[in-house]
């Protein structure tokens, strides 16, 4: 079982910058692969960024290549997403995911295959 609690949402101004962190209880967080997604309202969650157990492998979702940078440290339990030169449209909960199965991008991009999920962080960006 892991529990995940995101935070570091908040209201900024286009072109500013978050840190988001999502914080995972329990000793096996170094084996699970984890996700961003985020979900605008009356929007379907979608992905916004991957990483893999080791941290080698990192995967976005096009309109954030470049701006945002998801990473983690294992030692903490702690995945981060750096998110800079921030838009409107980037306006959303985010949430953190786990997910048991080491796989590639496409396996990552889909929501259904993450196992546990945090509650969420509001952003919101101010034109």
């Known amino acids: 079982q892991v529990q995940l609690v995101e935070s570091g949402g908040g209201l900024v101004q286009a072109g500013g910058s978050l840190r988001l962190s999502c914080a995972a209880s329990g000793r096996t967080f170094s084996t699970y692969a984890m996700g961003w997604f985020r979900q605008a309202p009356g929007k379907e969650r979608e992905f916004v960024a991957a990483?893999?157990?080791?941290?080698?492998?990192?995967y976005y979702t096009d309109s954030v290549k470049g701006r945002f940078t998801v990473s983690r440290d294992n030692a903490k339990n702690t995945m981060y997403l750096q998110m800079n030169s921030l838009k409107p449209e980037d306006t959303a909960v985010y949430y953190c995911?786990?997910?048991?199965?080491?796989?590639?991008?496409?396996?990552?991009?889909?929501?259904?295959?993450?196992?546990?999920w945090g509650q969420g962080t509001q952003v919101t960006v101010s034109s």
């Open positions: 995911a786990a997910t048991a199965t080491s796989s590639g991008a496409t396996y990552y991009y889909g929501a259904l295959n993450y196992d546990y």
């Open positions: 990483i893999s157990w080791s941290g080698s492998n990192t």
